[in-house]
């Protein structure tokens, strides 16, 4: 399974000035510094609960499942832009909307082909899907709930703070327990 991000996010869910507020930074020597750890946090957060912050689109490839449904990573699914079958010879189909179902109340949200349709009934064995799809809480930082963005503000007054160190801490205790309820577990 390989998932790429198509763009990045247009906004991070903290902007430099909010944060240079928390951090008790006057000046702007460090903006780039200060920007570059937003990001940085911001990337951490998504990693550890496996979620998507600020909406953007991702492109999903892989294996074809077993079954017509598949779970998509990196919720909450907010829609599907295309599905696309490829068979071992770089054949390829594009699945109509008509085909199938797209679920985002579920958490992790899926795509299901319609009942009595199979992966067969558009491409002679196919091997490989590629979905491309959109995630995320939302396109303004007010969508993103304040435990998640508290916890960016602890990983970014971490790296500020130990900027010049070589050895990191680890993940402060503190974060782990505001990411704690949002975290998406694969079982």
């Known amino acids: 399974m390989a998932l790429i991000e198509l763009a990045p996010p247009n906004i991070e869910p903290i902007d430099l000035a909010y944060a240079k507020q928390f951090l008790r930074v006057d000046g702007d020597d460090e903006n780039t510094l200060i920007t570059s750890f937003i990001t940085l946090a911001r990337s951490q957060v998504e990693n550890i609960i496996g979620r998507t912050l600020i909406t953007r689109a991702y492109k999903y490839s892989g294996d074809l ?50 009942t009595g349709s199979s992966w ?22 007010d969508d993103i709930p304040l435990p998640i963005k508290q916890a960016i503000l602890l990983l970014l007054a971490q790296h500020f703070e130990y900027r010049d160190h070589a050895d990191h801490p680890s993940i402060p205790m503190m974060v782990d327990a505001l990411l704690m309820p949002y975290r998406w577990v694969r079982l």
């Open 65 to 114: 499942p077993n079954s017509t449904c598949l779970h998509l990573p990196r919720p909450p699914l907010l829609a599907v832009t295309s599905i696309t079958l490829f068979d071992a010879a770089e054949q390829s189909a594009v699945i109509a909307p008509q085909q199938y179902t797209v679920n985002i109340r579920r958490d992790p949200g899926d795509v299901k082909l319609n």
């Open 120 to 141: 067969a009934d558009f491409l002679t064995n196919p091997a490989q899907i590629e979905i491309q799809f959109s995630a995320g809480y939302g396109e303004s930082a």
